[in-house]
Nanobody, 123 residues
Framework: QVQLVESGGGLVQAGGSLRLSCAAS????????MGWFRQAPGKEREFVAA????????YYADSVKGRFTISRDSAKNTVYLQMNSLKLEDTAVYYC????????????????WGQGTQVTVSS
């Protein structure tokens, strides 16, 4: 079975940092594009960041570029999202996803999804 399990969410003050983790199992991790998406109440799911199969190409939404960093550890089958300089608008449930497609920004192209982890940024 394929499972993606996010962790690391929580409550943080604006300007602070969090690191999210997504542990993958049941798939050939190194052959999947790994992405992060988020969804705030009343809003649609939006792309945040993604990493190509090799980790050599990274993709970011304009809203997080320069603040967030995606990375992956093949040995641990884990993808991370380091979030710095957090803003109130970063508050959302964050989901990791895995895809065999070469469309890292497209949610519809992802095959598997985690259950999400809540990130709440306070003033």
């Amino acid at each position: 079975q394929v499972q993606l399990v996010e962790s690391g969410g929580g409550l943080v003050q604006a300007g602070g940092s969090l690191r999210l983790s997504c542990a993958a199992s049941g798939l050939a991790f190194s052959r999947y594009t790994m992405g992060w998406f988020r969804q705030a109440p009343g809003k649609e799911r939006e792309f945040v960041a993604a990493s190509s199969w090799s980790g050599g190409t990274l993709y970011y939404a304009d809203s997080v570029k320069g603040r967030f960093t995606i990375s992956r550890d093949s040995a641990k089958n884990t993808v991370y999202l380091q979030m710095n300089s957090l803003k109130l608008e970063d508050t959302a449930v964050y989901y990791c996803a895995a895809s065999t497609a070469l469309v890292p920004r497209s949610a519809g192209g992802y095959n598997y999804w985690g259950q999400g982890t809540q990130v709440t940024v306070s003033s």
